[in-house]
């Protein structure tokens, strides 16, 4: 099965900062790849599909990269509701899988 | 408005069973894939099974032979029937729609959970 890893596990960073959280997959997952936040005691809630497209309503600050087996969350200046932990996940073949998880808060 | 709501998490002692259901509304629940995903307490998110709208099902290598996904196309309704449970089986179980009709699908609307707790 394809392995998915996610760095840093976790990160601070100050209001305003540009935030980039790398995804990696095992093997080839051409561009399968999504990316979700979970906000804390909150539902997942889905950011980017196939690896650079924003979910409706998704504020445009967040953008999405990559191809292959190396993918990149950026969020462009970081908010005070942006703190929460950020998964990726690959949908290229069964079974899906979950990164471990960035969690991203302020400093 | 797209709403999914879970029932059906309890406590069990290991070696038990559970039936989860998922009651779907707001969109054309035979046209999409759905799939359960978990989350033990305190930890990450785990894709635990997924059922295309004909069937087909697929399965985390942690819970293949134990749990069983289905679906009630003419109720709007997908089950996860949970044997054999073990300790590691709990946290809370998502209910969610795929943005596609294959099982693995990415998903774009999830339930609020429910929660399962497996303990002696």
């Known amino acids: 099965d394809i392995q998915m890893t996610q760095s840093p596990s976790s990160l601070s960073a100050s209001v305003g900062d540009r935030v980039t959280i790398t995804c990696r997959a095992s093997q080839g997952i051409s561009n399968y790849l999504a990316w979700y936040q979970q906000k804390p005691g909150k539902v997942p809630k889905l950011l980017i599909f196939?690896?650079?497209t924003l979910q409706s309503g998704v504020p445009s600050r967040f953008s999405g990269s990559g191809s292959g087996t190396d993918f990149t969350l950026t969020i462009s200046s970081l908010q005070p509701e942006d703190v929460a932990t950020y998964y990726c996940q690959k949908y290229y073949s069964a079974p899906s899988t979950f990164g471990p998880g960035t969690k991203v808060d302020i400093k | 408005e797209v709403q999914l709501l879970e029932s059906g998490g309890d406590m069990v002692q290991p070696g038990g069973s559970l039936r989860l259901s998922c009651a779907a509304s707001g969109f054309s629940f035979s046209s999409y894939a759905m799939s359960w995903v978990r989350q033990a307490p305190g930890k990450g998110l785990e894709w635990v099974s997924g059922i295309s709208s004909g069937g087909s099902t697929d399965y985390a290598d942690s819970v293949k032979g134990r749990f069983t996904v289905s679906r009630d196309n003419s109720k709007d309704t997908l089950y996860l029937q949970m044997n054999s449970l073990r300790v590691d089986d709990t946290g809370v179980y998502y209910c969610?729609?795929?943005?596609?009709?294959?099982?693995?699908?990415?998903?774009?609307?999830w339930g609020q959970g429910t929660p399962v707790t497996v303990s002696s």
């Open positions: 196939a690896t650079s």
């Open positions: 969610a729609k795929g943005r596609h009709d294959y099982s693995y699908s990415n998903t774009d609307y």
